[in-house]
């Protein structure tokens, strides 16, 4: 997160504007929040007044007076920033409000408080009084506030009138100031004495921590200490050791919280009293100091930590010794990155506390034993933190900004790894001040006391233990086995191929061996070169080293040297005839004759023994993990030598099995390697090399310095450099495809995609219910162990649910619909889709059979119905349909059944319902009998089947009018029943139709004695219950609903999700706990200031090519805004307008398709929503399971009043296992300037009341030192939730929303030390709870299924996972939810999507190396809240903060895993330019930490195949990246080395150089590379696995025709520039991306100032390399190889110079390159200067590019300068090719006189630039005649030399390319000299040169573009290409891009 801090509200107009409108109450409304920072403390006084404005006018203008005054007297200069805006504004409304507001009074002011206030305690406090619950305490807290504000503002009145204040007013304030403090806000437990019946407090595991806590038996409390209610250990503590309040409040109920959620899952003895486990304390205990003893035995210290030998005291002991550890931890601020820092301060508390406890006597002083740091308040910020963060703050400062070189400024790690060795005991407690911790640079105490003379010993302690050095070395450095081994590999396989037969079985030929043999020698000289790199490297880290560490690095240094002397003297005398080397040796020594083999192999075998030791140890790897933690000396030494004593890294080997694992597939992947690269690079090419050695070549085209010189080197070395170079680089290749198959294979094995479209989880769904109470319900019987192991993973079967009064079916109907519902509220589902995809909330007890979703079951009764008809009495057909469908068996008996129930309930006449009973009696007998189809005639009964859908429509409309109706339908029904269905007659029916008696037909019967049947009818149903209405509407759908249903749902992502969490139900999860029992957990959400809500402002803001957000949106997701029109009841957008109230669901609509903070709010509390029907699912009675949690839910309101209810009781527990806190940096800042993202924050913690907000509020102070005029700020991390909202009083509508403080902990300082994102994560973790951190983005989403799977991933951290550690971190994975935005979105998060699923999968298991990468993982939190928090924040270094968590993880003997049966949605960047920019952090990042201490240690300090795994998978990959690149350039210069000087035209009619296979072999390698094949293949084998292999092959053709082979070698060249920028020069910054959309066409001047360095210099480099080798070069003309070669270079070059073109949206429409022309133009010609922006001129931003030479330092600029050499290499070799010399002339003089006429061009440009300026006012005319004349010479000698045939057009070409490399040569060394060029006053004439290149490039970009926009097809291609993914799901780009909608026009002028 980038720095931006914008200090205090500098906005002066806003409070000005806001009063204007002071009519309006609701404009008003925020002025309460809109207040100076310095004024904070009349902001309680402006919310009173808004509260009472509406009831009472004059009381709220006596606030806003009394507020004013107070305001004075706090800044009675106005010094504060805005202060006197904001007093001027107040006073402007107070003479307005005066005039009105005394008109209406009635009393004096006095009085009028005085009433108001009396009516106010009577209305608001006593009302409230006898209220227990949780929302009645929450107002009443605040009418106490309230209350407070009026008393306090009362008593200024009567002041002022001399009016004293009436007694019983003041009883009630006396009454009112007592509640206040004990009626603070809380955050989730209310722990003041009347809040004891509130469900959470309840519950008996907090009443058993809070009792627990409560207990201060014993503690000697400070003299004159006064007593509070409910006193605790923490309160003593406080008292004692001086912690800050609020500091101590947040612990509280932090421990609370923990210990009671501990405590439960110890299952304890149900006893009268409850009493806290003591296995919950030793379980928390142990978790919370394990690294504090680990410290403590590490440094051989006793730790401080005495338990008392009586056992009554131990509980409380522990717990005074775990509450001052987390309060400690609580204040510590910037100190939480340094745990070991922690561990000191802990160590020196906890021994005085000890000593407090023991009563000792201090030897000292004779007193009792005090805290060195007096318990005043404050005392331990201000003495124990503020020093050493102002060491931690001025160190951050001396970085500059993370300009400064790593080497002379201590970092967080540096100031940490202090406290690792027993120096830091010098410290003293108290802390002496003049340690050399304090200690600042001599520099720095130079400047501070100039006058006193600073003594020596007061130097910079220097870095400890590690430097980081910008060096490649580093890369050696931390893998040296790595290159050791490659090097070694590479020299045997060499000396095998030259040597005799070279076949590999050759090795044993005695010669050959003995030869192989001799990369002995080169280990010892490597290990010397290690050993000295290690020297070099450390040397600025010399003065905190112990003697033990240098000792060890001279020994080793000095023994390497030693054996670089004894190998080669050995070797020599074992070669019984030596020659050449061997020989040389010899003969120094003087030994000829004898030759001794033997010694050879003794030496050998003595340089081997350490290696064969380790060997050993890795082979068992539990011997090493003892080895390395043991204390003894000896083992000690032991160790010692292999590698330094740490603190961390020690015993981070893995379990045997694991060992095994991972090695067997780096031994697989390194022999298909090597073998590779014998056969195919290095065998094949010694043959040709042997020939070019022999061939001697006399004749050169240029001037040859050493003509004679033997064997060829330079054309040896052209050839070999390219081979080596992706010798080195190809193991990345090897290693994409061995971790691809191992993780298909590994993902098929976790059954990943064995449910991925509808139709298999259609067929699938019967056995989801069983899975579904499998996996996510709690099984009662605790022996319940799952199937494990290899037959399991196979088979999976669960048992089918039986019928649905089960409370088994009640639970999944319970979660599906749940689901389900949350699909329809996100818009993924219409209305119709929700009814087919719901199970029946609430089961009917008249069905005993199981009742599936609609969707299921959709046209199964009309297909039967179909069939019956037709059946004519043969029943084979329909039986067999019925048997193998068992949906439609379902539909069939369902419909029945509920068919018989609906007419039973509507029929009550006694008659017929016997008549009824009699026709379904004989239906069932045929059922039994199966004789249903041959007895009934069904071909009647679609007849029955449309009256019966007939009657359904009438009981769904339920009107009393369509009784007559219902009666006649219910007739047709028996008619066709008994007439044309059953044969025989029914016995009742005969009997009510005669009527038992004789009817005399001819006389008329009275009406009221007329039978009528079915009279009698219970209709309308006015007893409808839910149930009732879902049974009839499921009832129609199964009736009706036709095939179209099969594919519910239709949205993609609707199925995606469903298909997915189906799925994962078959996978292996640990069982779910009961909510009770789970593991509690926190989200941490970061945010600085990025989008949190649209605005609709926003939304409609069309860009230039007339789109705005919320058209592009409806065009992307057409259904899904359909959806939403319906779920808003409009029928078109226009509508909507209509209707204010939608407003906000507009925006939310459109916030939720966004990357905005809104839409990873709404997925996270989706965790809540779960826990909460969890917990109600785990504690209802069966009759509550049955009714359902909707009815529930309906009843929330009046069930939360009370605290036994079982609503209250789910949100208690809901409460206690899940916090979300969202880390709003600048909330405080937004607010008080009245920024719109703060009031969209507010909205969000009223909308979900469970949400925190946590922000860094700085305060400036004026009042104390208003004399000096200076200014402090005061920093606090504070903690707020929304406040309750209140009805103003006497009115009916809200008053505004606001927000309410919990805790406010006060900080020694500026809390961002380093870098942001880190620093805003750690001030918020102290307000997290649980055991569990789950580490959220803010572009991050959530889903309602996925949280349900939560309580069982948390087990996950009570397994071992087949290793030797319990987890610390869990890894998620992922889904890429932009994908669908663009054909580049696609690229990406397919990419992305390849890394997060099966790269991880493969790094978590085989090869135990997966770090944390960035965000859903969740973390152990005591763990890492005891190791240094949950990421690294040192400013340039942590670039990649995440990584280092992961990395700190590892070597602290953490164990990081991957789980894939959940998932998060995450967001990524969507244009080519963001993508780049994502990629230059990522490989800055990766710069960054290949100087970092934490990778190196991980290189050093794991085994030999786990280091490898770690280098290929984090820095090593983007080595590689940087060697393909790098060979291209070698094989390029090597040619033109070959060309330019002949020595290619020498060997030409050489075969072996012309068919050179192993180039081949090579540069295919490289390009593999280069087009991205390393990403695709685990690309298209993640795809194959979760959407079938045919998809993967189709997508994988698909991306080739969108380019994305383009794509991926562009990335390349960014991976490259970047990280090899980082590691030569430094500059890695933390780039924000922007989460927007990218539908807009980017200029030319912008993709020009992104590019230009990192693609288009090196693209044109490479091309004019090509150019020169097409001109010259003869060797390969018409050989396939050629064209191959230089094709995929081509390529490479055509993709970095148009890439961004081809991908920039509208990048050929003529229009917009006319307009981009004209915007290049003005940039490249303005002037730049201070404060012009590199945006608006050529001149500031080739500053900027510049700015990283200036902290490259010495080292840097040298490296700069040599490589600019190379661009000199042209114009040596290319004026000897010119006609006029070719073949005559070669001395050295033809190249100095090419020398001589650059010099003359370059004197007559800067002439004539001089002249301009001197002479262009003056002498116009003389100026503009010397211009002409020297044109006209130009042009003379031109054609001149044309004329005489000197020279040809061909010469004049390359001219061109020998003199332009050579300028930009001159250029790049004039930039990396700076300083000297200025000096010499030439840095203007090095500027002109420059802009004169850019102008050069920019055409040579632009005119290709240019022309290609001129054909209207190619803008029509590129569109189809870049948004082929929108086009095929209806998105019409071409409207989009191509100008204005009319109709939106109109409707803004509207």
Known sequence: MSQRRETGPSRPHRPIQRTHTVGSLGEAMLDSEVVPSSLVEIAPILRVANEVEASNPRVAYLCRFYAFEKAHRLDPTSSGRGVRQFKTALLQRLERENETTLAGRQKSDAREMQSFYQHYYKKYIQALLNAADKADRAQLTKAYQTASVLFEVLKAVNQTEDVPVPIQILQQQKKVEEKTQIYKPYNILPLDPDSQNQAIMRLPEIQAAVTALRNIRGLPWKAGHKKKTDEDILDWLQSMFGFQEDNVSNQREHLILLLANVHIRQYPRPEQEPKLDDRALTIVMKKLFRNYKKWCKYLGRKSSLWLPTIQQEVQQRKLLYMGLYLLIWGEAANLRFMPECLCYIYHHMAFELYGMLAGSVSPMTGEHVKPAYGGDDEAFLQKVVTPIYKTIAKEAKRSRDGKSKHSVWRNYDDLNEYFWSIRCFRLGWPMRADADFFCQTAEELRVENSEIKSNSGDRWMGKVNFVEIRSFWHIFRSFDRMWSFYILCLQAMIVIAWNGSGELSGIFQGDVFLKVLSIFITAA???????????????????????????????????????????????????????????????????????????????????????????????????????????????????????????????????????????????????????????????PLVGPTKDIMRIHISVYSWHEFFPHAKNNLGVVIALWSPVILVYFMDTQIWYAIVSTLVGGLNGAFRRLGEIRTLAMLRSRFQSIPGAFNDCLVPHDNSDDTKKRGFKATFSRKFDQLPSSKDKEAARFAQMWNKIISSFREEDLISDREMELLLVPYWSDPDLDLIRWPPFLLASKIPIALDMAKDSNGKDRELKKRLAVDSYMTCAVSECYASFKNVINYLVIGERERQVINDIFSKIDEHIEKETLITELNLSSLPDLYGQFVQLIEYLIQNREEDKDQIVIVLLNMLEVVTRDIMDEEVPSLLETAHNGAYVKYDVMTPLHQQRKYFSQLQFPVYSQKEAWKEKIKRLHLLLTVKESAMDVPSNLEARRRLTFFSNSLFMDMPSAPKIRNMLSFSVLTPYFSEDVLFSIFGLEQQNEDGVSILFYLQKIFPDEWMNFLERVKCGSEEELRTKDELEEELRLWASYRGQTLTKTVRGMMYYRKALELQAFLDMAKDEELLKGYKALELTSEEASKSGESLWAQCQALADMKFTFVVSCQQYSIHKRSGDQRAKDILRLMTTYPSIRVAYIDEVEQTHKESYKGTEEKIYYSALVKAAPQTKPMDSSESVQTLDQLIYRIKLPGPAILGEGKPENQNHAIIFTRGEGLQTIDMNQDNYMEEAFKMRNLLQEFLVKHGGVRFPTILGLREHIFTGSVSSLAWFMSNQENSFVTIGQRVLASPLKIRFHYGHPDIFDRLFHLTRGGICKASKVINLSEDIFAGFNSTLREGNVTHHEYIQVGKGRDVGLNQISMFEAKIANGNGEQTLSRDLYRLGHRFDFFRMLSCYFTTIGFYFSTMLTVLTVYVFLYGRLYLVLSGLEQGLSNQRAFRNNKPLEAALASQSFVQIGFLMALPMMMEIGLERGFHNALIEFVLMQLQLASVFFTFQLGTKTHYYGRTLFHGGAEYRGTGRGFVVFHAKFAENYRFYSRSHFVKGIELMILLLVYQLFGQSYRGVVTYILITVSIWFMVVTWLFAPFLFNPSGFEWQKIVDDWTDWNKWIYNRGGIGVPPEKSWESWWEKELEHLRHSGFRGIILEIFLALRFFIFQYGLVYQLSIFKGKNQSFWVYGASWFVILILLLIVKGLGMGRRRFSTSFQLLFRIIKGLVFLAFVTILITLLALPLITVKDLFICMLAFMPTGWGMLLIAQACKPLIQQLGIWSSVRTLARGYEIVMGLLLFTPVAFLAWFPFVSEFQTRMLFNQAFSRGLQISRILGGHRKDRSSKNKE
Request: charged share 15%.
């Open 525 to 683: 000289v490597l290990k010397l070169a290690q050993a000295l790199l290690d020297i070099a490297l450390s040397w600025k880290a010399r003065h905190s080293m112990s003697h033990y560490v240098k000792l060890r690095y001279v020994l080793k240094a000095g023994a390497a040297a030693g054996w670089v002397i004894v190998m080669p003297v050995a070797y020599a005398y074992s070669w019984k005839n030596a020659s050449g080397f061997a020989l040389t040796i010899k003969n120094w020594f003087g030994g000829h004759s004898q030759n001794s083999p033997s010694l050879f192999i003794v030496a050998i075998l003595i340089y081997l023994s350490p290696n064969m030791l380790s060997a050993l140890l890795f082979l068992f790897p539990f011997i090493r993990r003892y080895l390395e933690r043991s204390d003894f000396k000896i083992m000690m030494l032991m160790m010692w030598w292999s590698q330094p004593r740490l603190y961390i890294g020690r015993g981070m080997h893995e379990s045997a099995l694991s060992l095994f694992k991972y090695t067997m597939f780096w031994i697989v992947l390194l022999i298909s390697k090597l073998a590779f690269s014998f056969y195919a690079e290095i065998k």
